[in-house]
């Protein structure tokens, strides 16, 4: 059974920074895209970043500049690296992946279970 997990978040003051770690593990033949969303409260779910296989990079507007997406495929993880923080970006962050299995033919998508960033003073 595959599973991402995530880690890295926490309490960080303003213009602090913090890095996000999500870990995919079980029976993985392959990851494709891997990408990092966030929800704030009483808001939508909104995207962060993402990364392609290849490691071409995309980002939102609000967060362009101040954050950077990785991975290393040799673990299985991608990485979100947060500097210059302030307060909107305080949410429950969530890492997803389109992971292909072992022995299976398609990807599917899967969610960590997301973990919380407070950027507060």
């Known amino acids: 059974h595959v599973q991402l997990v995530e880690s890295g978040g926490g309490l960080v003051q303003p213009g602090g920074s913090l890095r996000l770690s999500c870990a995919a593990s079980?029976?993985?033949?392959?990851?494709?895209?891997m990408g990092w969303y966030r929800q704030a409260p009483g808001k939508e779910r909104e995207l962060v970043a993402t990364?392609?296989?290849?490691?071409?990079?995309n980002y939102a507007d609000s967060v362009k500049g101040r954050f950077t997406i990785s991975r290393d495929n040799a673990k299985n993880t991608v990485y979100l690296q947060m500097n210059s923080l302030n307060p909107e970006d305080t949410a429950v962050y969530y890492c997803?992946?389109?992971?292909?299995?072992?022995?299976?033919?398609?990807?599917?998508?899967?969610w960590g279970q997301g973990t919380l960033v407070t950027v507060s003073s």
């Open positions: 990364v392609t296989s290849g490691g071409s990079t």
């Open positions: 997803n992946a389109y992971i292909q299995r072992t022995g299976a033919q398609l990807y599917l998508e899967r």
């Open positions: 079980g029976s993985i033949f392959s990851i494709n895209a």
